[in-house]
């Protein structure tokens, strides 16, 4: 019995030293970088205020791409409000025809800026009225300069592939702030709830090459990019891109890729000024050096990756009575009542659940990365934290797809915008089945491996 307890102890520790030394041996890690700021004036999405062409550029709107490991995954980060799963699985596909990547090896990550262009998704309006032909004209001139900008620097980030070294940790940053005003546990508007629920957590991905020169970091913040404002009407990759800016300045020939966690229903705060907006970027690039300068947690090279889609139920829809009755109304819910009136006068039924993206990333057990489609409220990240391994989980929003706000058992009782107004200028019937909020956690607990669940 001794020889056999010794032999599994001598097994154990050879397996626990083979996974550090495979923690620490290099792997192959490419990056690139493409400009996508349009060189013509473009309607810009996230506010329906706008109903103008930009008024030229306050900063550049990048793509940047990430690919790791010699069977590798892709991760593209994109200055954008919300790209499309319609433009996420053409990229896909293209890159599965050419670099036989597959699927579940591709991430697609917007930043959730509100000053870059909208893009055709197949919906056809914006904000409650169809776009003016020549505006329309730009949109889907963009929407292909775009695919093919995500085709092209993720492929130069697999060409470019070089030893490196993947490290990771977790720092804290303070300017994200609960937007739900609540009273007697209901929506009553937007503002700054300092006692809602937030996640301040900042998680830095760092690349080294073999001498330790940095190559690449990839940094996640859950807070909208909305520091700028309904009245500005320029392009501006807000202050995901300043952040990612200021960090490939101080590093120069490094690429920063942001992205952003479960914070549909969090603010910057202050907001409304370049300045502000300036200083957020600042906040995240500081707290990202302060990081990157210490020490992180090695990670391996090796990456187990899972996509699967699931169906999210949405409420009953309305009725054609009570839609007709919406139609009166001014401004973009009577709009969106009568394209669903009309629809229904075509044969048509109206939508009952969306279909919705799930991916996770698994860097052995060091780390497990979470990528869910949509705007996903906080209480997401958090219950995941609650249910995971908290210290080696890292939960991502806006991937993949875009199609409307997520939320959470707690934010659809409560009601209001992310919950109901939101679902207006997504085009969706109605809101979510509290279902959804379990679906979702129970399908990332079963695509997540054993090691990062704790239930």
Request: net charge neutral; hydrophobic share 40%.
């Amino acid at each position: 019995m001794r020889s056999l307890i010794t032999a599994s102890l001598i097994t154990a520790c050879l397996g626990s030293l083979t996974q550090a030394a495979d923690t620490d041996a290099p792997t192959l890690v490419g990056v690139a970088v493409v400009d996508i700021t349009p060189d013509y004036p473009i309607r810009l999405n996230g506010y329906g205020g706008r109903k103008t062409e930009s008024e030229g550029v306050s900063s550049r709107l990048k793509a940047r791409a990430l690919a790791i490991g010699e069977s590798p995954v892709v991760l593209v980060s994109v200055d954008n409000c919300g790209v499309p799963v319609r433009i996420s699985d053409e990229v896909a596909a293209r890159l599965k025809s050419k670099s036989s990547l597959p699927r579940e090896r591709l991430a697609v990550c917007s930043t959730h800026t509100h000053c870059a262009p909208c893009l055709s998704n197949g919906i056809p309006f914006i904000f409650g009225a169809p776009l003016p032909n020549d505006q329309q004209a730009h949109v889907e001139r963009y929407t292909r300069e775009l695919t093919d900008a995500l085709e092209k620097v993720a492929a130069e980030a697999l060409a470019n592939r070089k030893p490196s070294r993947l490290a990771w940790a977790r720092g804290k940053v303070a300017f994200a702030t609960n937007r739900r005003m609540l009273k007697d546990g209901k929506w009553t508007g937007f503002g700054a709830n300092p006692n809602g629920p937030v996640d301040h957590s900042l998680p830095v991905l760092r690349i080294n090459d073999p001498d330790g020169k940095l190559r690449a970091v990839l940094v996640g913040y859950a807070c909208h990019c909305t520091t700028l404002t309904g009245e500005f009407n320029q392009i501006s990759a807000e202050w995901a891109g300043y952040a990612a800016d200021e960090i490939e300045q101080k590093h120069p020939g490094a690429v920063a890729l942001m992205i952003i966690g479960c914070g549909a229903d969090a603010d910057p705060q202050p907001r409304r000024t370049l300045e502000a907006t300036q200083a957020h970027g600042k906040s995240i690039s500081q707290e990202t050096e302060r990081l990157i300068g210490g020490t992180m947690t090695p990670l391996p090279g090796a990456i187990a990756a899972k996509y699967q889609t699931i169906e999210l139920p949405f409420a009953m829809p309305p009725t054609r009575e009570q839609l007709v009755e919406r139609s009166q109304k001014p401004g973009a819910e009577g709009y969106f009542a009568r394209t669903m009136v009309e629809r229904l006068d075509r044969g048509e039924s109206l939508q009952r659940t969306l279909t919705y993206p799930i991916q996770t990333w698994s860097f052995g057990d060091a780390l497990g990365m979470v990528f869910l489609g949509g705007e996903v409220v906080v209480d997401y990240a958090l219950r995941l934290q609650r249910e995971c391994d908290a210290d080696r989980l890292w939960v991502v929003a806006y991937s993949n797809d875009v199609p409307c706000y997520i939320a959470s058992k707690r934010v659809i009782a409560e009601g209001g915008y992310e919950t109901d107004g939101s679902m207006i200028y997504y085009g969706r019937p109605n809101h979510f089945e509290p279902a959804v909020e379990d679906l979702i956690v129970d399908t990332v607990h079963n695509l997540l491996p054993t090691p990062f669940n704790k239930r």
